[in-house]
């Protein structure tokens, strides 16, 4: 029997493992809402990859629940303001309201651990004690934190129509995140994570040879990080980024975490299926609020186009606001129906 960790490597590798690896994200709004249906759910449908132990420093500019009413100081200094308990809010006002001001950032280099030696044990003892595939807990993202301390209409005018100090502050965000990278792939864990939420609804937010002058090379950088020290590296990008898939291919990214039903799914298959691994997801805007018939069927339209003859799927989805308990667990339902059918079309794994 396949352990987790194998389960999820196999998958990345494109090797049809003994079952499709599974992966749940949760929303605290779930939990408050549904803590019974949550704890069945994760105990009927066991996530088979885990976080590695947070070994970071307290940062003195931290204020706040991010997930409480009211405000939230993260440790860059951005204020988060939050209407709604169980969710994240959003920067009101920036920190930085003419780009003039960029020096004034300081990242938090605080944050990082201060005995390396010491953080790197605690983190390796917990990869070798755990038979799950094993995610650093960073998430570098560096086109949000130019927004979160820009604001997203300034951030955008920045990068169309750049003035002096906008390309200083972008460098200044991903050196920061190269360092803390550097930290995490010298550790046992299986896989980092990056993100940036780059679609609208039907199109990129910029125009693709923007991007790839301005942000492709940043994620280059961390996928080259991740592979020469032999670790996966996995991204997350909301919105209809398809317009970009073949260049995440390129820089090295083994699985994307992306809104599948945003985009043209035979699309998708042409560019990607067998290339990159696709980390879920099922809709959370119409699909999982509604009941589990339409998750059945949304997993039998993923996997036609990007599972069948390829592989390369996690059955991952988002339990966030509206999302329905009954729903997320047909989901995981139907793709152990859809693997075990599989196994019976195509020859023995």
């Not at 570098?140 to 920045?158: I, K, S, V, Y």
């Amino acid at each position: 029997m396949q352990t987790p960790r194998e389960i999820f490597t196999r998958c990345l590798k494109f090797q049809y493992p003994e079952r499709i690896p599974r992966d749940l994200w949760l929303l605290p709004w779930a939990e408050m809402q549904y803590p019974d249906r949550v704890k069945e759910l994760k105990k009927r449908f066991p996530p088979d990859i885990v976080d590695a132990p947070s070994v970071y420093c307290t940062s003195p500019r931290v204020q706040g629940d991010a997930y409480e009413l009211g405000q939230y100081i993260d440790e860059w200094g951005s204020v988060f303001t939050n209407i709604q308990r169980g969710a994240i809010g959003e920067v009101h006002t920036p920190m930085i309201r003419e780009i003039a001001e960029w020096r004034s950032v300081k990242p938090p280099y605080e944050i990082l651990p201060l005995d390396r030696g010491t953080a790197r044990d605690c983190v390796n003892r917990f990869c070798a004690e755990t038979d799950k595939f094993t995610k650093a807990p960073c998430c570098p993202r560096p086109w949000e934190r130019f927004q979160f301390l820009r604001g997203t209409e300034n951030a955008m005018l920045d990068i169309l129509a750049p003035e002096e100090g906008a390309a200083d502050l972008l460098r200044l965000i991903h050196e920061f995140y190269l360092k803390e990278l550097e930290f995490w792939v010298t550790t046992d864990v299986d896989a980092v994570m990056f993100m940036d939420d780059w679609g609208a609804q039907t199109q990129l937010l910029i125009s693709p040879p923007l991007w790839r002058e301005l942000f492709k090379p940043l994620y280059k950088d961390y996928c080259d990080l991740a592979h020469a020290h032999g670790k996966f590296a996995m991204m997350h990008s909301d919105g209809h980024i398809v317009s970009i898939l073949e260049d995440l291919i390129e820089v090295g990214v083994d699985a994307l975490n992306s809104q599948l039903f945003c985009m043209d799914m035979e699309e998708l298959s042409r560019r990607g299926k067998g290339k990159i691994a696709f980390w879920g997801e099922i809709d959370r805007q119409h699909i999982l609020p509604a009941g589990p018939e339409k998750g059945r069927a949304a997993v039998r339209k993923v996997a036609e186009h990007l599972y069948m003859k390829a592989g390369g799927i996690i059955a991952q989805l988002e339990l966030g606001l509206r999302s329905n308990p009954d729903t997320a667990a047909a989901v995981y339902e139907e793709w152990e129906r859809v693997h075990n059918e599989r196994r019976g079309v195509f020859s023995p794994e």
